[in-house]
């Protein structure tokens, strides 16, 4: 392998997904201010939304992962309306 390829903030980071639950170690140059544990070791950590553990085009499950409470807000005023 060819040596100083990669940038200089190239290093393993912790990718959580708050969907699933599910945690991937990859090697990224994201920035980040958090960090956890895995495997026994401390990490940088970034959260994400969704991932191929959580994705229904990966998963074949039909999930919903609504933060902001839209499909409630909707349903309100539908209901006002009636």
């Excluded at 959260?47 to 998963?59: A, L, N």
Aim: charged fraction near 35%; proline fraction near 4%; charge should be positive.
């Amino acid at each position: 392998m060819k040596k100083d390829i990669h940038p200089a903030d190239y290093r393993q980071v912790v990718f959580e997904d708050i969907a699933s639950g599910a945690s991937f170690l990859i090697g990224s140059t994201i920035a980040t201010t958090e960090t956890t544990k895995f495997e026994g070791k401390e990490y940088p950590k970034v959260t994400v939304e969704i991932s191929s553990k959580s994705h229904p085009f990966y998963t074949g499950e039909d999930r919903t992962l609504d933060k902001a409470g839209r499909v409630e807000r909707f349903k309100q005023r539908a209901a006002k309306k009636k």
